[in-house]
């Protein structure tokens, strides 16, 4: 079942959060050029009105935050009250929080972290799925790569990410039998604001760097196109970029190779780096 099997009056409707920027905005740009409604969704007003701007009458922009459940629900049911219904979700709302070590990292910042990129997937897709199960659709939720590979220095964004991935297997069988199919995206370094961001932690760049090619970002197009093939073909997987599926299919090798990397001299250093640049000895 493809999602042009699912529309309902007036088109197909997609909901994205974070679609203010980066992969969020991206994305709406790709369906919206396919002739697919999106509703978009974001916590910073003045970014998600340019996009309704640029966008045009294809899009909704409404101003929700996926740290208040009150504003999600009112989101969901104005962008169903606009559009008819909606047929998709995508769960894209994250940060990358600070580059830290668990000794070093503010509590505060950590569970930040836990408080959007987890937590806020939970309450965004809580929010949509009586609209959503109305036309037998389809959740994607944002995972990533995090969820798979060791992240020192970034332990809540790896936690949460992990999170993400095991929400989104446990609803894909609660749901089965509703016809709503359920995808996660795992995604590398994609040029992004965030990563971005991410490049002026000491922690986090320095991690970027160690991983080599899989450090090095690609054109946010890369991620947008993959989540609207997702979209499209109602996929389990969403991946981007190319390399990886690869790590996906050799998890279960790269986790046993956990011991060997916390010995490497660069690991070392990268921790020690993390743990002194926030304030903590090592």
């Known amino acids: 079942m493809t999602m042009e099997s699912n529309q309902g009056p007036g088109g197909r409707v997609v909901v994205i959060t974070g679609a203010g920027s980066g992969i969020g905005a991206q994305t709406a740009r ?3 050029a ?3 409604r999106v509703g978009l969704l974001d916590r910073d007003e003045k970014a998600v009105r340019a996009m309704e701007s640029e966008l045009g009458i294809l899009s909704a922009a409404f101003v929700a935050d996926v740290t208040d459940t009150a504003s999600l629900t009112v989101a969901m049911a104005a962008v169903a009250d606009h559009f008819g219904g909606i047929d998709a979700v995508v769960a894209n709302a994250g940060i990358s929080g ?3 070590t668990v000794e070093s990292i503010d509590p505060a910042e950590f569970e930040r972290v836990i408080d959007i990129n987890l937590l806020g997937v939970w309450r965004t897709v809580r929010a949509a799925l009586p609209f959503v199960r109305e036309r037998r659709g389809y959740v994607l939720a944002i995972a990533s790569i995090a969820a798979v590979i060791p992240c020192p220095t970034m332990p809540a964004y790896a936690a949460s990410k ?3 991935e095991q929400f989104t297997r446990a609803l894909r069988m609660e749901l089965a039998d509703a016809g709503i199919a359920v995808g996660t995206a795992y995604f590398g370094a ?3 604001p965030m990563v971005a961001r991410m490049r002026n932690e000491p922690g986090l760049n320095q991690l970027l760097e160690r991983l080599g090619f899989a450090g090095r970002p690609v054109p946010v197009g890369h991620a947008a196109a993959a989540i609207v093939r997702g979209i499209e073909g109602r996929h389990r997987t969403v991946s981007a970029p190319s390399y990886v599926p690869a ?6 090798v790269l986790a046993l190779a956990d011991p060997l990397l916390a010995r490497l001299p660069a690991i070392r250093e990268l921790v020690r780096e993390a743990s ?3 304030g903590a000895s090592r």
Request: proline share 4%; glycine share 12%.
């Open 276 to 278: 002194i640049a926030n």
């Open 247 to 252: 790590l996906l299919a050799l998890r279960s």
């Open 30 to 32: 790709l369906l919206v």
């Open 98 to 100: 600070p580059g830290a």
């Open 190 to 192: 994609i040029d992004t």
């Open 34 to 36: 396919r002739g697919i």
């Open 162 to 164: 992990a999170g993400v």
